[in-house]
């Protein structure tokens, strides 16, 4: 059953000015977790603002629960919980006082709220400080909360924007952990980053966005196998001549795609056994010497590099 | 020395990037000057005019008439909007409208106690045209010159009038006195006159003829009404030093008060940067506090400076003078300084942003009130005025007022010296504030 | 409901963080009703319980002249109130009356003459001697007059030897002095059935304490509740906007509930303000408090629905800063709150309606000088909560486009 449905969606802010999402269509089933991965600007947050009713489209539709994010709005943000990228939470005011606004502006009240309130402060660990200004907070702990507002009501969809940017690996962990405990409790979820990994850890299937388009949809193993058996072959060279390397490879036998970024060249090549001494010959030819080899199996990153040329973390 | 530069250039980048806050802060000291010129009609004192007024004339007789082509005619044609109206009620209905100014009632007796002694007709033809005094009166007043000197109290002309017009009324009130003044003055003093002639043995008094043919005379030669046949004093106002003018007064102490404002809110950046963390950074950062506090108020003073520039080159095209030029960009320095020193010590001990600008608002209304930015500062108590040199608003009238009079800047140095050593405890207190908040 | 007073709520909520804010919430409006108080004692007969006290001014006047229009000039000054000082001499740097040597004799004989009055610098009685110099040279002028008037009849007729004119001129003159003591005719104003207001005792820029008071309601009042124009500023800033405008809430109840707030806040100072003033600095406010509430009511809502629009306008913190102090202070001057607007043109006053401040002042003023009733209000509210209606309405529609 898709709980939400993407149809044709576009965003143009100017007239005349590039697509921001162009002609966007996807599913999310009930109680999936769906990602969209993408670098910085494939325009994920676009789509979710879209979604969540905080944009209108230029073109195409969006539904959420059967109701259309253009014409029902408030029947939509009765369905969704937000978790922005940026903290946004009341500084000045302690973390219950926080809860509580926020609950009350989902339309929760009396017992329920209270109710409410405890539990997430439990979920995130938060009871013992629920009484102190967010500004003495650390920012692991603001993120919690910022979480934790998110859930608020434990709405049927949660729209996670890049949650994990910039903190600490615990912090991370926890977040992680949490959106397969809720999915796990019948959520469905809907998450973007441009970490590879998490995609990868958390996601029933995962739609990846480049330049505003979907330009690939499915699941984890759907999604490798476009790049087929490939490996990923990636040398690390002790002085620079990287790009120079990933020239003389570009046309070398068993090699699909070369790039060169940060002093790494990475090959996309069928069998990493039988490129390896291609390379390191053609490296001696140019004088260059490899420091370190790493092959690794066919993941999101090949996928990405595949169908852009470009590495996802660009 | 160089981090200051870059912390002050840093923030005068960051004040001028907000187009849109620029306008406003350049935008409102132009239509500030622009009010101040409308309501002053840009003359030096508010020159009151074409005050609407109604006349109600319930006196039958002649002297009435001649109170109220008076205060029709063209010499108060500026000054007066008058309108003669008949219905008593309907116009005192427009004054509590606050339509009118005043409605001036002429009582049913004003000519009978105009000239007491006798009802008998008296006819006066035209405005400036010789009045004739019968007989009797002149017989009467010839008798006993003093007489007239009734123990009766005056009779009223009323003005009744609107408490929103009150400097209207006022003025109501003294062109009538006036003309009741001449009106009665002619009489008294021609019948003065005819008795003293007879005293003196040049009449008889017993001769009708000759003593109407006398008052005749007398009475040509001077002119009723508004008018003054030939006004021989005058009176000349001489000032040895620039005269006292509303227009220059309003335009420097409503620059003053607005930069206060500006000065008070500016320092809110502190606390808005240590939200947003960037101050935190500057802080470990191997910067002293003072270099700190002094870079970032630098991007306040320059607005500061630039919006009175615009406030005196504006008022000046007005017509408002501030004084010397040197001396005037001087002291504007100087109050600028002085007015983000307040900026700083309140950003300094303020907990968060909105308590900041609630305090800044607050003290910048409270020195105002109490520096003459409201209330003409020369009728302000002795100890307000005292007190209020706390403050950068009372600074700044009291140099301005000196600088519009004529002073030089070498006059006001010592003023400016005072203005400065309060600036330098400003910043102090807030360097002191800011060391216990921030560190 | 519940959303709207949760918004209200959050607004005090963050206004008072902390003890110390709510005092300063308290405090400040006394402090600055104590300065205004302050001010308006010191210009005279505000206090209710003192009777208006009468400025006396003096002037030194310096005269060579023996004739007796001096002493008659010096004698019609006393009567306007006015201490006269006769000084030996006077230097140019000195404030004074000069009259020329012969004044006396020129003036019979029919020659011009020319007072001087000298002013170095701001003095501030200077129109209010002016305006009392006024009438008592209009009073020698016409003195003057007739006793020409009479001297010249006297030679006409030849009753007079000419030892004999000096006593004439002296006595005639004697006449009529006493006679303008004793008008039988006199001017006095009648502001209205229970009003009580001073008559101002300067013709020019008279500042009286009813619109002193008024004005500095109207500057407090707008400055703090324009104030409003920061509310969707700050939150855009913390993010939180987003997030407000993903609820399940309509931005209807978003904007209304930080309206309320802000007009409850506003409200408060304004109360305090009002009775503060009155209780402790007897500041007077009229005699109908109820009246004086209404207005205050409408003026505030007209106030926070003109804030509320601005915060729709305005885009950052700075834009708001500057928006809020021009404006409230734009309105403040132009509306009359800081000198009164009878001085100015008619056109002016014409135009100037279209802020609320002018209604607000008026409605003031005639509450405290007419001590009018509510009803005798009624238009100004109305015209008051008119454009509260209007701001209103315009800051929520655009408010439902708001990014």
């Given amino acids: ?79 969704i919980g937000v978790v922005p990228q940026e903290l946004a939470l009341y500084n000045d005011l302690s973390a219950r006082e926080n809860l509580r606004f926020w609950g009350e502006m989902r339309g929760l009240g009396g017992e329920q709220l209270k109710r409410e309130i405890e539990e997430k402060l439990a979920l995130t660990d938060l009871t013992e400080r629920a009484k102190d200004r967010v500004s003495t907070f650390s920012g692991g702990m603001k993120r919690r909360l910022n979480l934790a507002i998110g859930l608020l009501g434990n709405p049927a969809l949660v729209i996670l924007d890049e949650p994990t940017v910039a903190i600490d690996p615990q912090s991370r962990r926890y977040i992680l952990d949490w959106v397969k405990g809720m999915n796990a409790k019948g959520t469905t979820v809907l998450y973007t980053t441009h970490y590879m990994e998490e995609a990868q850890e958390l996601s029933h299937r995962i739609g990846i966005m480049d330049h505003g388009k979907l330009i690939a949809l499915g699941t984890l193993a759907e999604l490798t196998q476009l790049v087929g058996e490939h490996e990923t072959l990636i040398l690390r060279l002790q002085e620079e001549g990287g790009e120079a390397l990933a020239a003389a490879l570009g046309d070398a036998r068993g090699v699909t795609q070369a790039s060169s970024t940060d002093g790494e060249v990475v090959l996309n090549v069928a069998s990493a056994e039988e490129v390896l001494p291609i390379a390191l010959r053609r490296a001696t030819d140019l004088g260059l010497t490899i420091r370190t080899v790493e092959i690794r199996e066919p993941n999101l990153e090949t996928v990405f590099l595949h169908l852009t040329g470009r590495a996802l973390r660009d | ?75 108060l044609a500026d000054l007066l909007e008058p309108e003669v109206v008949t219905d008593e009620a309907a116009a005192r209905a427009r004054v509590e409208a606050d339509q009118v100014a005043a409605l001036v009632v ?29 007989a009797a009166q002149m017989q009467a007043w010839a008798s006993n010159p003093q007489d007239g000197d009734t123990e009766e109290s005056p009779a009223v002309v009323e003005i009744y009038a609107s408490p929103q017009w009150r400097i209207s009324a006022a003025v109501v ?86 930069l206060m404002f500006s000065a008070t809110s500016g320092g809110r950046t502190l606390l808005i940067e240590r939200e947003g963390g960037t101050l935190p950074r500057l802080l470990v950062s191997p910067t002293p506090a003072v270099t700190i506090l002094v870079g970032k108020m630098a991007g306040v003073a320059l607005t500061g400076i630039l919006q ?86 009372a600074w700044g009238i009291e140099l301005f007022a000196d600088l519009q009079a004529g002073d030089a800047l070498v006059n006001v140095l010592p003023m400016l010296g005072g203005l400065l050593l309060l600036t330098v405890a400003y910043y102090v207190v807030a360097l002191i504030g800011f060391r216990r908040q921030f560190e | ?127 209010v001697v002016r305006e009392a110099l006024r009438p008592a040279t209009e009073r020698l002028n016409t003195a003057v007059q007739v006793v020409r008037g009479g001297l010249q009849q006297a030679r006409e007729m030849q009753v007079l030897a000419p030892e004999d ?169 132009l509306g009359g709150a800081w000198y009164p607007i009878e001085i100015t043109p008619p056109v002016y006053r014409q135009v100037v309606q279209v802020l609320p401040s002018t209604w607000a002042m008026r409605a003031y003023t005639d509450l405290l000088a007419r001590g009018a009733d509510v009803m005798g209000v009624l238009p100004e509210v109305g015209v008051l909560l008119l454009f509260a209606a209007v701001f209103t309405a315009v800051g929520l529609i655009r408010f439902q486009r708001y990014r």
């Avoid at chain 2, 005058?234 to 620039?242: A, G, H």
Wanted: glycine share 10%; charged share 15%; net charge negative.
């Fill in chain 1, 1 to 79: 059953m898709s709980f939400v449905k993407v149809r044709g969606l576009g965003k143009q802010y100017a007239p005349d000015g590039p697509k921001a999402v162009d002609d966007l269509s996807f599913d999310i089933r009930e109680g999936e977790i769906f990602s969209l991965l993408g670098p910085n600007g494939a325009g994920k947050t676009t789509t979710i603002s879209i979604i969540s009713t905080l944009l209108p489209p230029t073109a195409g539709e969006a539904f959420v629960g059967g109701h259309s994010v253009q014409r029902e709005p408030m029947a939509v943000r009765r369905l």
């Fill in chain 2, 173 to 258: 009130k003294a062109v009538v006195a006036e003309v009741l003044e001449r009106m009665h003055l002619v009489v008294r003093g021609v019948g003065s006159t005819v008795g003293r002639l007879i005293l003196a043995g040049g009449m008889d008094i017993t001769n009708q003829e000759q003593l109407l043919q006398v008052g005749q005379s007398i009475g040509e030669q001077l002119v009723l009404g508004a008018g003054n046949g030939e006004a021989l004093l005058r009176l000349e106002v001489v000032s040895t030093r620039r005269a006292f003018s509303w227009l220059d007064y309003s335009a420097a102490s409503m620059a003053i008060l607005f």
């Fill in chain 2, 308 to 393: 009175v520039m615009i406030l005196w080159g504006a008022s000046s095209l007005i017509g408002a003078y501030w004084g010397e030029p040197l001396a005037v960009v001087v002291t504007i320095v100087a109050l600028v300084l002085a007015a983000t020193g307040v900026g700083a010590l309140i950003a300094a001990w303020a907990k968060s942003p909105q308590q900041a600008g609630a305090i800044g608002t607050a003290v910048t209304l409270v020195a105002a009130a109490l520096s003459g930015s409201f209330f003409p500062r020369m009728n302000l108590p002795v100890w307000v005025r005292q007190v209020s040199l706390l403050t950068p608003n």
């Fill in chain 3, 165 to 333: 004119e000096q006593a004439f001129v002296d006595g005639l003159l004697d006449d009529i002095m006493k006679a303008a003591q004793h008008p039988p005719v006199v001017p006095q104003v009648n502001w209205g059935e229970g009003v009580e207001v001073e008559e101002p005792t300067s013709l020019t820029m008279a500042t009286n304490t009813e619109q002193a008071s008024a004005g500095q309601l109207v500057t407090w009042v707008q400055i703090t509740l324009l104030g409003a124009a920061e509310v969707l500023v700050g939150e855009r800033l913390l993010g939180t906007l987003r997030r407000l405008f993903v609820m399940p809430t309509a931005r209807v109840s978003i904007l209304s509930g930080k309206l309320v707030a802000r007009l409850l806040l506003g409200l408060t100072q304004m109360a305090i303000l009002l009775v503060g003033g009155a209780l402790l600095f007897g500041v007077e406010w009229g005699s109908d408090p109820l009246a004086v509430a209404v207005v205050s009511l409408a003026f505030a809502l007209a106030t926070v629905g003109l804030g509320i629009l601005l915060a729709t306008i305005v885009r950052t913190r700075g834009q708001a800063q500057s928006a809020v102090v021009g404006v409230s202070m734009a309105m403040a001057a």
């Fill in chain 3, 1 to 127: 409901m519940r959303r709207l007073l949760a918004c209200v709520r959050i607004e005090f909520l963050r206004e008072f963080t902390s003890p110390m804010s709510a005092v300063f919430f308290l405090i400040l409006p006394l402090v600055f009703t104590a300065a205004v108080s302050a001010g308006l004692r010191g210009m005279g007969g505000s206090d209710s319980q003192e009777p208006p006290r009468e400025v006396e001014i003096s002037l030194p006047i310096w005269s060579e002249d023996s004739g007796p229009l001096t002493q008659a000039l010096v004698d019609t000054l006393e009567t306007a109130h006015v201490t006269v000082e006769r000084v030996e001499a006077l230097s140019k740097e000195q404030f004074g009356l000069i009259v020329p040597g012969a004044m006396s004799a020129e003036l019979l004989a029919g020659s011009p003459v020319t007072l001087t009055l000298q002013v170095p610098g701001a003095v501030s009685s200077v129109d």
């Fill in chain 2, 106 to 134: 002429i009582p049913p007796d004003f000519s009978a106690r105009l000239l007491p002694m006798g009802g008998t007709e008296l006819r006066v033809e035209s405005e400036g045209a010789p009045f004739q005094l019968t």
């Fill in chain 2, 1 to 75: 020395m160089r981090k200051l530069r870059v912390l002050a250039l840093k923030e005068v980048r960051l004040a001028f990037r907000d187009v849109g806050a620029i306008l406003t802060m350049l935008a409102t000291p132009l239509a500030l000057t622009l009010a101040i010129a409308a309501a002053f009609g840009g003359g030096g004192s508010a020159p009151i005019a074409d005050i609407p007024v109604l006349v109600l004339n319930q006196d039958a007789g002649e002297m009435s008439s001649t109170l109220v082509e008076a205060l029709l005619s063209d010499q």
